[in-house]
Nanobody
């Protein structure tokens, strides 16, 4: 059973919006930091956004700050990534991930893939110009 499942990807035009969802199956979502990462064609997986256990703290990559918003509903065991003003360079497979550790002020910890314990299989986002 895949512990995290992403949905909401698709093909959109530049300037459009999408909201990705990440649902947890069999995991205690509220106990960990949730992150979104993405992998563009020919590139390594990169950090996009992270949110603390309670949702009170967030952190974004510079490339998406001001356009993307991460949020979570622990009761529904879902994490969201609202993406506005999409650009062609946002085209990638988007993954959500769970870090069972508490929120860290260390940005390296938040942005490093090895900090996260569980991953989804990803959802494709394609932005046409």
């Amino acid at each position: 059973q895949v512990p995290l499942v992403e949905t909401g990807g698709g093909l959109v035009q530049a300037g459009d919006s999408l909201r990705l969802s990440c649902a947890a199956a069999g995991l205690t979502l509220s106990s960990g930091v949730m992150g979104w990462f993405r992998r563009a064609p020919g590139k390594e997986r990169e950090f996009v956004a992270a949110i603390s256990n309670s949702g009170g703290s967030t952190y974004y990559a510079d490339s998406v700050g001001g356009r993307f918003t991460i949020s979570r509903d622990n009761n529904k065991k879902v994490v969201y990534l609202q993406m506005n003003s999409l650009k062609p360079e946002d085209t990638a497979v988007y993954y959500c991930a769970l870090d069972k550790s508490p929120w860290s002020s260390n940005r390296v910890v938040l942005t490093t893939t090895t900090s996260y314990d569980y991953w989804g299989q990803g959802t494709q986002v394609t932005v046409s110009s």
